[in-house]
């Protein structure tokens, strides 16, 4: 890494949890994750979701023909589990190379999971496949019982779920989505290395604070939810630890102003606009940027097994306005940190 107070050069990153959609809104967010982003872990929570091997080819195909003409960026597919997932099916797409993941949504614990697992042992065939062949298991981990409180959901997906999982499966690759608590980063330091996390700007920048303090702000809504401020500390100094096991991935999820500022809001933060000059934020803030290297370009394609990036980019020290409402190919959407100043920027 180059580092001068004036700008930072790091080899080029990439996103390992990203929302894209389909259609026109997917044309008009693709450019901002291409300009910064080299690949991405394409989310497969589409309606219909990405089962099949067939689904994601078609899937893949959309999005490199939605590119801009000049613009790069390598799109790597997952596949959608389901109560129905057939292990023959993963491990063929796996294999050809189209499948790079599996994705776990217990179902109805977030937008688009209506057709998720609905108990981890109906699947435990599949999995046995995928700790066999080494295809990662990429996780959102919210138990979905009403008796857990939205804010304990993570923690106790850990004791229900997870703990049980890897010690039957231990040696099991796993990436725990967008983490969001201490418990979280406990014990991803705590599991071996075939554990990872990813870490999302917003929950390092916010607390649940954001979401309820002088009226109820839905553009600082996801899930998992943004917790206590003890919990966003423990995902500050996770991230800017040089600990290979947590990486980036944005999970930046476009959902129009309409379906967001309404009396049953959409989870998700559209962050992709700004999402490195986001994260080097933070980087900087915890005395840290020499790290956002490993985490933004180097911890993500080693858990992954993939190359590094060649190539670089350059973010310079440039104070700028996040714009309040962004067009999004004819979908205004609200971006993170709309009407901020960022410290940073993309060259
Ligand atoms: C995501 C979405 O909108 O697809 N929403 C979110 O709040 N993160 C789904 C998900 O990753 O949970
Ligand atoms: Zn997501």
């Known amino acids: 890494m180059a580092d001068s107070s004036a700008s930072i050069t790091i080899r080029r990153p990439d996103d390992w949890h990203l929302h894209l959609r389909d259609g026109a809104v997917m044309q008009g967010v693709l450019p901002f994750t291409a300009r910064q982003f080299a690949r991405a872990i394409v989310m497969p929570n589409l309606s219909p979701p990405i089962v099949r091997v067939v689904d994601a080819l078609a899937y893949r195909g959309r999005i490199v023909a939605a590119l801009p003409e000049g613009v790069e960026l390598t799109p790597l597919m997952t596949a959608y589990l389901t109560d129905h997932s057939d292990a023959d099916e993963l491990a063929a797409g796996f294999a050809d190379g189209v499948f790079t993941a599996a994705k776990l949504y217990p179902a109805h614990a977030t937008t688009g999971s209506a057709h998720g697992v609905t108990d981890i042992r109906a699947i435990y065939p599949v999995l046995e496949r995928m700790q066999a062949i080494g295809m990662p298991l990429l996780v959102h981990g919210e138990v979905t019982q009403p008796d857990i409180d939205i804010f304990d959901r993570e923690a106790v997906f850990i004791e229900r779920i997870l703990r049980p999982l890897l010690s039957d499966l231990p040696g099991l690759k796993l990436v725990f989505e967008h983490i969001t608590t201490a418990e979280a980063v406990a014990f991803v330091d705590g599991a071996g290395a075939n554990v990872a996390a990813t870490i999302t700007p917003q929950h390092l920048h916010i607390n649940r604070n954001a979401m309820l303090v002088g ?62 000059e986001s994260y080097a934020a933070v980087f900087e803030e915890e005395g840290a940027l020499d790290r956002l290297e490993g985490f933004a370009s180097e911890h993500g394609p080693r858990f992954y097994g993939l190359p590094l990036n060649p190539g670089t980019i350059t973010l310079e020290r ?30």
């Open 318 to 347: 440039s104070d700028h306005d996040v714009p309040a409402v962004i067009d999004a190919n004819g979908t205004p959407i609200v971006p993170f940190h709309a009407g901020e100043t960022l410290r940073w920027r993309l060259r």
């Open 215 to 276: 009226g109820i702000r839905p553009h600082a809504y996801c899930l998992p939810v943004a917790k206590r401020e003890k919990h966003r500390l423990a995902l500050r100094k996770a991230a800017t630890s040089g600990s290979d096991r947590y990486f980036l991935g944005t999970d930046s999820a476009p959902h129009a102003v309409s379906a967001k500022e309404s009396a049953c809001g959409c989870a998700g933060i559209f962050n992709a606009p700004f999402a490195l």
